[in-house]
């Protein structure tokens, strides 16, 4: 088949069927929302050094010859984080080489993960060879509502209402690995869990649970009938040797950038080294290991009621499932850190994506076995619409693009922003200076301020880095927001503890330095000006 009959092919199946013409369209939509929200996020100043400015960094030293530096971590990004897929982002990056590119790329790949979705849950559920079910229940309906409410989700927008993370691309990757699996095409699906690794090393327990439960639904939905058990077992075998060893050569090269010793390579667990330190840990400290359990717990419920009630439970159907959810609950549940489980950070990502493929798969069961358990049916429609109605109690009240959450402004009140007169001034005044500033100046900065200077080497925030100066009169140009909070944040220097606003006096005490911009709360330091200040306010 040539390409131009692929097209074809392709075009027919969609106009053809609806539901997936339809999903494709609202993913579209989603997409283009998560898109324009994160514009407004990125312009109204309302991101961070972490996580936005850390890749803008990285990402513009890499189209400039330098392994992913950044001021914010010791070296190179791949010294904190090995993520090999940086060298794939860094080609559009030097495309455009602007924070807009990666908010895009965010925002369609969480957004077509639904529509990826809607392909696999029919491909899954079509695999039923005598499917009875009626109309309204058929699988284009029961695969449309589940890419629909997976897109309706607070636990899938979760990322897009804080700055940009590659975690972003886990739905995507984890939805076409196990597409390309049931469709037989081994090279694909290898190819897209090599991508779900390179997102980061620690990914590797994510990509082995993804191998087992492979080799569980092969047999389910009998995809290598006259495959061997003893060919089953060597396959995972040579897949989790494979994966180990990437995950070690990951340690080693992370050590090798930072310039550091090489340590045996560990998965952060809270109080745990990792999860064989867990492990020993439930044995030898059971009530720390309580501790750290009950840590947070409403915040723990409520992102387990969106997952596993997000479901109807349905995950039970076929609990073989709970392999995939593994490496999250280890990761996030005992821990005491909010942000793994917190609507509105990235860590939803590991947890999303395995909900929505055991919700397919639970029906997938139902579904088989509904001649001889006729209350399935019923219980297929109630699952359904019990489905529905969290995945659209959670867009409405936890998700920003409708009402807002704790951490993050709605759309509607970003967008209502733009009439504050006031507010804007001062974001304008804020892009003016930054558009004014040399791209290479030694730049220190607080952390809501630093996207702005994201796509300079020199620049450095407050308080998160390794590489601030603090003694004598290093920096070109101090950009500050004294009333902030971060202003008043300590970074750790050594044996100093020192934040922006006393560097801030410190600087302007030496004589050295001379008010290059005031206005507006903002205060601009630049090394050897003299005179009146280039950008106030108007009435200054």
């Known amino acids: 088949m040539t390409e131009i009959e692929r097209l074809k092919h392709f075009t027919h199946n969609l106009l053809y069927d609806k539901y997936r013409f339809s999903i494709l369209i609202i993913s579209i939509v989603f997409s283009l929302l998560f898109t324009i929200y994160s514009f ?6 309302d991101m961070s050094a ?4 850390v890749y803008t960094q990285a990402l513009y030293s890499g189209i400039h010859g330098h392994l992913f530096y950044t001021a914010l971590l010791p070296g190179s990004y791949l010294s904190e984080h090995f993520s090999p897929i940086l060298f794939l982002l860094v080609i559009f990056y030097y495309i455009y ?9 965010q925002g369609f790949a969480i957004g077509l993960s639904a529509y990826v979705l809607y392909m696999l849950s029919l491909e899954i559920l079509n695999k039923l060879r005598d499917n009875k079910i009626s109309d309204h229940r058929n699988s284009r309906v029961i695969s449309f509502i589940i890419a629909l409410a997976f897109l309706l989700s607070p636990l899938t927008e979760s990322p897009v209402f804080f700055d940009f993370h590659l975690m972003v691309f886990l739905p995507l990757f984890f939805f076409l690995a196990l597409y390309f699996f049931v469709k037989k095409n081994m090279i694909l699906n290898i190819i897209f869990i090599g991508l779900i690794v390179s997102l980061h090393s620690a990914f590797v327990f994510i990509a082995i649970m993804l191998v087992i439960f492979e080799l569980f639904i ?11 058990k003893m060919q089953s077992v060597a396959y995972l075998a040579l897949s989790i040797l494979v994966l180990g060893a990437y995950f070690v ?24 080294a990792g999860p064989v330190s867990l492990l020993i840990d439930m044995f030898s400290r059971p009530l720390y290991v309580g501790d750290l359990l009950v840590a947070n717990y409403y915040l723990k419920l409520v992102i ?29 549940m005992f821990s005491v850190y909010q942000p793994y489980y917190t609507i509105g950070y990235q860590y939803t990502m590991m947890f999303i994506p395995m909900i929505a493929v055991s919700i397919i798969m639970g029906i997938y069961v139902m579904m ?25 109690t959670g867009f409405s009240f936890a998700t920003p693009l409708v009402s807002g959450d704790p951490c993050s402004p709605s759309l509607y009140e970003m967008t209502a922003t733009l009439d504050n007169k006031t507010y804007m001034h001062r974001v304008d005044f804020e892009h003016e200076i930054a558009r004014s500033i040399n791209k290479n100046a030694k730049i220190v900065t607080e952390n809501q301020l630093f996207p702005l200077f994201g796509n300079d080497p020199n620049a450095t925030a407050f308080p998160y880095t390794y590489d601030i100066h603090v003694n004598g009169s290093y920096y070109e140009y101090l950009v500050n927001q004294p009333s902030s909070q971060w202003a008043f944040d300590t970074a750790n220097i050594g044996s100093f503890q020192i934040s922006l606003n006393q560097l ?28 009146k200040p280039l950008f106030t306010e108007p009435d200054q």
């Open 368 to 392: 088989r076995n509904s001649d001889t358990h006729p209350s399935y049916r019923k219980q297929i429609n109630i699952a359904l619409v019990v489905i529905l109605i969290v995945a659209v």
């Open 249 to 272: 050569l990951a340690g080693i090269i992370k050590t090798h950038i930072a310039g550091v010793s090489v340590a045996a390579p560990t998965i952060h667990v809270s109080g745990s």
């Open 304 to 332: 387990l009621f969106f997952g596993f009630g997000g479901s109807a439970f349905l995950f039970l159907r076929y609990p073989k499932s709970i392999f995939l959810f593994i490496p999250y609950l280890l990761y996030a």
């Open 97 to 105: 080489p602007h924070t807009y590119t990666l908010l895009i790329i």
């Open 504 to 531: 801030q006096t410190n600087y302007m005490n030496s004589g050295n330095y001379g008010i290059y911009a005031e206005g507006y709360g903002i205060i601009v330091l630049e090394k050897g000006y003299t005179g």
């Open 50 to 53: 972490w996580d936005m400015g």
């Open 40 to 45: 407004l996020q990125f312009n109204l100043m």
């Open 218 to 228: 092969s047999g389910t939905l009998s995809l290598n009938i006259n495959r061997r």
